[in-house]
C-alpha cells in the first residue's frame, strides 16, 4: 500500500482497519486511503472522526462503491465545530501536529545509512514498512526491486563494526539515490490543486483554497488568479464575503486586486515551495455547472505567464432543490400501512443529504435492522447514495451522486397509522454539497389521516313504491361503507305498522337475508322492528344487501324512513347515517293539505297576487288536484299574465299542464312524493267584498289516475278585511305654542272594519320631529299600543315616517301612536299628519280620508301690552287705568295675564263702585275672563284671537302704593293650552310720584 497514515493499523483478524472511522465498518483499502480527505498538516488542536459511506450506482451499471467523508469534527482551542478542514489553514492558532521530515540531498542519505546501520539487516526491512514522511507518504516501498536489493546487499556484506561506518555508509547510497530518482518531477511554472470540493447554487460561506506548488526555484515571478463570474468578488476586508488570505513557504510581495483577480508577486520561492491562496466566505454562482478558475504563473521577471492546468469546482444543484412525492394521500387510522416515497434530483447532488422529516412522534422512529419490526425503511435510487442513517423521527438519506432526474425511492414500513386524524406533511429538507445547509424543499408532501366514523355509510333502497295496505313487497337496501369499518355493526330499523323481521321462514312476513362484498358475521340479529349485521370487516366502498321479502305495506299513505345505523369498530357506538333510505306508500283520494298565503285581503283591492300551496300527504303519481276560486272573484286563466285570474304553476317538472273551466284550475300530477308542494300562483286579482269574514277556496285531490277527487279534509280559507285607506284618526292635543316643547302628542286611530295583518303610518310635516325609538330623552320618541293597552313592536322607522304593524284590529277598536318630547317649530298655522292604512298584508298604504291636523300658535311670551297713564300720584285713590293688550299672531286657547303689583288695590270683578274694579273687553278675540275677588293676577284665558286682535282691561277705583318709584305691571302670554306662560317682551310701566 503506497499510502499509509498514522490511523493506520492491522487488527487481529487481519483486516486493515481505519481508528478515525467511528461507524459500522471501518475496514479500507489501498484505492480507498487514497482519497481520504484528511490533511498532511493537521492541526494540534483538531479533534475529528470519519466515516465510511457506501454508495450504489445507477441500476444495472456496475454495483456499489465507497468513500472516506468528514463524520464530526471541533477545534479543542476554540471549542468550535469545524465542517471543512480547509478553514483551519489560517486560523491564526494553528499548530502543526506533525513534524516534517523533508530531508534533502546529502542529509537524507546519511540519515538512511547511519538508521541502517544502527537497526541491523534483520530490522531493516521493518523500518522500510513503517517510516513515513509527510501526510504519510512511505519513503520506500518494501516490495520494490530497489528496496529488496539494498535488503539483500545489507544481509550480505554489512558487518557490524564501528570503525567501518563511513565505509557501509556510502555503499547505500547509491540505492537510495535511485529511489529520489523514482519522484516524478513537477512542471517548471508549477501545479496547482484546488481544496474545496463541490457546493451548491447560491450557497454562502464557502471557503477554497488553491495550492501552488513551485516547478523550478522562482525569482520576481508572479502568479494570478481570477475568479469566475458569478462567485464573490475578492476582497481584502477581513471577513466579508470573497475575502482573501496569503500564506508561502517562500518570499512574496503585497496581493493586488483588480475587478475579479488576485495577483501575487513572487520575490523569492524555492523549487517545491507552496503558495497558499484561501478564497473565504465566498457565494457560489447562481448556475449549476462546472466553475473554471484562470490561476496563471510567470517564473522570472523576463518570462512570460502561463495558465496552469486546474480542476473546475463542481456547483450543484441549490439546496432544498428536487421534488418529492408519496404514493398515498388518504390514510386511516390504526391500519397497518407503507408509505413509500419518491425523491426527483432537480440537478447535479453530490456529497449532499435528504432527510425526511416525519410529522409528529406518533409516527415510529425509522429503523433499517429488523424488516419485521414497524417504521422498518429500504431503499432504492437510480444514482449514488450511501446507507441511510437515522434519527428520532427521521430518515437521513446521503448522497454520493444523482444527477438531474435521478430518483431515490424510500419505503417506510410496518406503519400503524397514528391519531388524532387530520392534515400532516412530511417536510423534506435537502443541501446539495458537502459544504451546502439542509433547506426544506419548496413543497413537501402531505396526507390526510381520517378515522373509523361512526354513522358513515350510505343506503339507497328498491321496490318502492308500495301501495296502502299491499302484501308480498320485497325491498332491497345497499349499505354502501363510507369508512373503514372492523368488528363493527349495520343496524335496520324498520318503521311501524310494516312487518316485523325475522330470519327463520321463508314464507312468512319480514323475512330478511344479507350478503357482502365485505366481510359480515354469519347470524343477523333480530329485535322486534330492527335487524343488526355484525360485520367483520369492510373497506371503503364495500356493499352489504339486505333483502326484506313477504312485506305488508301500512295501510295509510306516509313517507316510511327506514332508520339505518352504523358503528366503525366495536370500541364505537350506533349512530344515524347521515341520509336515511325512504320508501313511499301512496297516497288516498282526497289526501293533501293546502294553505294560501296572504291569509288577508283588503275589500275592493285590485292587482293581488295569491299564492296557493298544496302539501301531499303521501305520494300521488298519476293523481291531479282541482282548486275552484270563491264567486265573484277573477276567473282563473293560463294564456295572458296581463289579464286577471292569471295562474302559473312554479313546480313545472312535477305538474302536466293546466286546465281552466269557469273558476277551477285542474293540476295533474305526473309525480309527487308526500311533503312535497305544488305551488300555484294566481295574480292579477280583484276581491269583492263579503258578508262573510273569510271566504274558502274549495280544493279536491286523487292520489292515482283511477282515483275520483275528492274534497280534502281542511280547506284554505282568506280573511276579507276592511279596504285599504279607511280608519279615523284624532290627536290631542290640537293647538300648541311655536317653538315650545310639548310633554307628548298622541295620535288615536279606530278602525271602521277588520284589520288583519295590516298596518298604518304616520308621517310628520316639514319640519317638525322624525320619529325614533333609540331614546326616550330625543325628540320623537315613539310609543305604540293596541287596543288591549298592550305595546305594539316591530315599528319601521323611515326619515319623517312610523310604519305600525297591525296584527288584528277589530271594527271599531283603537290602537294609539304616542310621540314623546315633541319641540314645535318655528312655522305657524295648520300642521297635516297624513295618516295612511291598509288592511291586510298584501294591501297598499292609502292616505285615509281626514288626516288630523295641529294648530301651531304664536309662542308663548309674545304680543305686546301699553297703559293709559304714565304716571300716577303716590297713595292717591280713585284712579282708573286701561291696559291695552295687542295680539302678534293667532292664539288658540292660549291665556294672558297681568300681576297687580303689590300694595295696589287687588283686582275684583264684584263691586262696580268698589276699589280695583276689572273690566274686560276685545276687539275680535274671544274671551273666557274670570276675575278672582282680591286677586293679584288677572287670568284672561283666550279662545281664539288672531294677528292685532287687541284685549282691553280697565283697572278702576284704584288706590296707588305709598312710595315713589317706577312700577311694573307683568303681563305673561301662552300661545296654546299646552303653552307655558312667559313674561311678553316689554311689559307696561308706571311711575308713582309726589303730588305737585
Not at 369498530?569 to 325512504?582: A, F, M, N, Q, Y
Request: aromatic share 8%; glycine share 8%.
Amino acid at each position: 500500500m503506497k499510502k499509509r497514515c498514522d490511523f493506520y493499523t492491522i487488527s487481529n483478524e487481519g483486516k486493515s482497519i481505519c481508528t478515525k472511522i467511528v461507524r459500522r465498518n471501518n475496514e479500507v483499502t489501498e484505492e480507498l486511503c487514497k482519497i481520504c480527505p484528511v490533511p498532511k498538516d493537521r492541526c494540534k488542536y483538531l479533534k475529528f472522526s470519519l466515516k465510511k459511506t457506501t454508495y450504489f450506482e445507477a441500476f444495472g451499471l456496475g454495483g456499489k462503491g465507497s468513500e472516506i467523508q468528514l463524520d464530526a469534527a471541533i477545534c479543542d482551542f476554540k471549542k468550535e465545530p469545524i465542517y471543512d478542514f480547509s478553514k483551519c489553514n489560517n486560523c491564526e492558532h494553528f499548530e502543526s501536529e506533525i513534524k516534517s521530515w523533508e530531508i534533502e540531498g546529502e542529509m537524507l542519505k546519511k540519515g538512511w545509512g547511519f538508521l541502517v546501520y544502527g537497526l541491523g539487516a534483520d530490522k531493516a526491512s521493518s523500518f522500510l514498512e513503517i517510516v513515513k514522511i509527510g501526510r504519510g507518504d512511505s519513503i520506500f516501498d518494501p516490495e520494490s526491486p530497489e528496496t529488496k536489493e539494498i535488503v539483500e546487499r545489507i544481509k550480505e556484506n554489512f558487518v557490524v563494526k564501528e570503525e567501518k561506518v563511513v565505509e557501509r555508509i556510502v555503499e547505500v547510497e547509491k540505492p537510495v539515490e535511485k529511489i529520489v530518482e523514482k519522484v516524478p518531477k513537477i512542471d517548471e511554472f508549477g501545479k496547482v490543486e484546488i481544496i474545496g470540493g463541490s457546493v451548491s447554487a447560491d450557497s454562502t460561506g464557502n471557503t477554497i483554497n488553491f495550492i501552488f506548488t513551485a516547478g523550478t526555484q522562482m525569482k520576481e515571478g508572479e502568479l494570478s488568479i481570477t475568479i469566475p463570474d458569478g462567485w464573490s468578488s475578492p476582497q481584502s476586508e477581513f471577513n466579508v464575503a470573497g475575502y482573501i488570505t496569503i500564506s508561502s513557504t517562500g518570499a512574496i510581495g503585497s496581493y493586488v486586486l483588480s475587478d475579479r483577480e488576485i495577483t501575487i508577486p513572487i520575490i523569492k520561492l524555492a523549487t517545491s515551495g507552496t503558495i497558499v491562496v484561501s478564497y473565504i466566505n465566498a457565494t457560489a454562482q447562481h448556475e449549476e455547472g462546472e466553475a473554471l478558475f484562470k490561476i496563471m504563473s510567470k517564473i522570472d521577471k523576463e518570462g512570460k505567464p502561463k495558465q496552469l492546468e486546474v480542476p473546475g469546482i463542481i456547483v450543484n444543484a441549490r439546496d432544498g432543490s428536487g421534488r418529492c412525492s408519496l404514493d398515498k394521500e388518504i390514510l386511516i387510522t390504526g391500519v397497518m400501512e407503507t408509505l413509500t416515497f419518491t425523491f426527483t434530483s432537480l440537478g447535479r447532488m453530490s456529497d449532499g443529504e435528504i432527510v425526511i422529516h416525519l410529522p409528529t412522534s406518533e409516527w415510529p422512529n425509522p429503523q433499517g435492522e429488523e424488516p419485521s419490526n414497524e417504521g422498518y425503511v429500504d431503499f432504492s435510487s437510480s444514482g449514488k447514495i450511501d446507507h441511510l442513517s437515522f434519527e428520532p423521527q427521521r430518515i437521513i438519506i446521503p448522497i454520493i451522486l444523482l444527477q438531474a432526474n435521478d430518483t431515490v425511492e424510500v419505503n417506510y414500513s410496518n406503519i400503524k397509522i397514528p391519531d388524532p386524524p387530520g392534515e400532516f406533511s412530511f417536510i423534506i429538507s435537502s443541501r446539495s454539497s458537502r459544504t451546502g445547509r439542509l433547506k426544506e424543499l419548496s413543497e413537501s408532501p402531505k396526507v390526510t389521516i381520517i378515522e373509523m366514523v361512526d354513522g358513515s355509510g350510505v343506503c339507497e333502497v328498491s321496490g318502492s313504491p308500495v301501495s296502502a295496505g299491499s302484501l308480498n313487497n320485497e325491498l332491497r337496501f345497499i349499505f354502501t361503507s363510507t369508512s373503514p369499518m372492523k368488528d363493527g355493526t349495520v343496524s335496520i330499523t324498520i318503521p311501524p305498522l310494516w312487518s316485523s323481521p325475522q330470519g327463520t321462514k321463508t314464507n312468512l312476513p319480514g323475512f330478511i337475508t344479507c350478503k357482502s362484498t365485505g366481510k359480515i358475521g354469519p347470524s343477523l340479529e333480530f329485535s322486534t322492528q330492527s335487524v343488526s349485521i355484525p360485520v367483520v370487516e369492510l373497506a371503503n366502498g364495500d356493499k352489504i344487501e339486505v333483502v326484506y321479502s313477504n312485506v305488508q305495506a301500512p295501510p295509510k299513505s306516509c313517507e316510511a324512513r327506514f332508520l339505518v345505523k352504523s358503528k366503525a369498530s366495536v370500541r364505537g357506538h350506533l349512530k344515524e347515517i347521515e341520509t336515511h333510505p325512504v320508501v313511499w306508500v301512496n297516497a288516498r283520494d282526497g289526501a293533501g293539505a293546502c294553505t294560501i298565503l296572504p291569509r288577508s285581503l283588503s275589500a275592493k283591492s285590485s292587482g293581488n297576487k295569491i299564492t296557493i300551496i298544496f302539501i301531499a300527504s303521501g305520494r300521488m303519481d298519476t293523481g291531479e288536484i282541482s282548486i275552484e276560486m270563491p264567486d265573484g272573484w277573477s276567473s282563473p286563466q293560463g294564456e295572458s299574465q296581463t289579464r286577471e285570474g292569471y295562474v302559473t304553476c312554479t313546480t313545472v317538472d312535477k305538474v302536466g299542464e293546466l286546465t281552466f273551466s269557469d273558476q277551477r284550475v285542474n293540476i295533474p300530477i305526473i309525480s309527487l312524493n308526500g311533503g312535497e308542494r305544488i305551488i300555484l300562483t294566481y295574480s292579477n286579482v280583484t276581491v269583492q267584498p263579503t258578508p262573510y269574514p273569510n271566504v274558502t277556496f274549495v280544493v279536491e285531490s286523487k292520489g292515482s289516475a283511477s282515483g275520483n277527487l275528492l274534497e280534502i279534509e281542511e280547506n284554505p280559507w282568506v280573511a276579507v278585511n276592511t279596504f285599504d285607506g279607511s280608519g279615523i284618526c284624532t290627536v290631542t292635543p290640537t293647538c300648541v305654542s311655536s317653538e315650545s316643547l310639548v310633554d307628548r302628542l298622541i295620535f288615536s286611530f279606530k278602525s271602521t272594519g277588520i284589520m288583519d295583518s295590516g298596518a298604518i303610518s304616520i308621517e310628520t310635516p316639514d319640519g317638525w320631529f322624525s320619529p325614533q325609538n333609540r331614546s326616550e330623552r330625543d325628540p320623537g320618541y315613539t310609543v305604540a299600543t293596541a287596543f288591549d293597552g298592550k305595546e305594539i313592536r316591530n315599528l319601521e322607522f323611515s326619515e319623517n315616517r312610523v310604519v305600525v304593524p297591525i296584527d288584528t284590529l277589530g271594527k271599531n277598536q283603537k290602537i294609539n301612536v304616542t310621540f314623546q318630547n315633541v319641540v314645535i317649530p318655528e312655522t305657524r298655522g295648520l300642521s297635516k299628519f297624513v295618516v295612511y292604512s291598509k288592511a291586510s298584508e298584501s294591501g297598499k298604504l292609502k292616505e285615509i280620508g281626514k288626516s288630523p291636523e295641529i294648530m301651531v300658535n304664536v309662542k308663548d311670551g309674545s304680543g305686546r301690552c301699553s297703559v293709559d297713564k304714565e304716571e300716577v300720584i303716590s297713595g292717591s285713590k280713585g284712579n282708573t287705568l286701561i291696559f291695552t293688550f295687542t295680539a302678534e299672531g293667532t292664539m288658540s286657547g292660549g291665556s294672558i295675564r297681568m300681576v297687580i303689583p303689590k300694595d295696589w288695590s287687588r283686582a275684583q270683578g264684584v263691586d262696580e263702585e268698589g276699589e280695583g274694579y276689572i273690566t274686560i273687553s276685545s276687539s275680535g278675540s274671544t274671551l273666557i275672563p274670570t276675575i278672582h275677588n282680591q286677586s293679584e293676577v288677572i287670568d284672561i284665558p283666550i279662545i281664539y284671537a288672531e294677528d292685532s286682535d287687541t284685549i282691553t282691561i280697565k283697572y278702576s277705583n284704584v288706590k296707588v302704593q305709598q312710595s315713589t318709584e317706577l312700577v311694573k305691571f307683568k303681563v305673561e302670554s301662552k300661545g296654546s293650552p299646552e303653552g307655558n306662560f312667559k313674561e311678553i317682551e316689554d311689559s307696561p310701566t308706571i311711575k308713582v310720584v309726589k303730588s305737585k
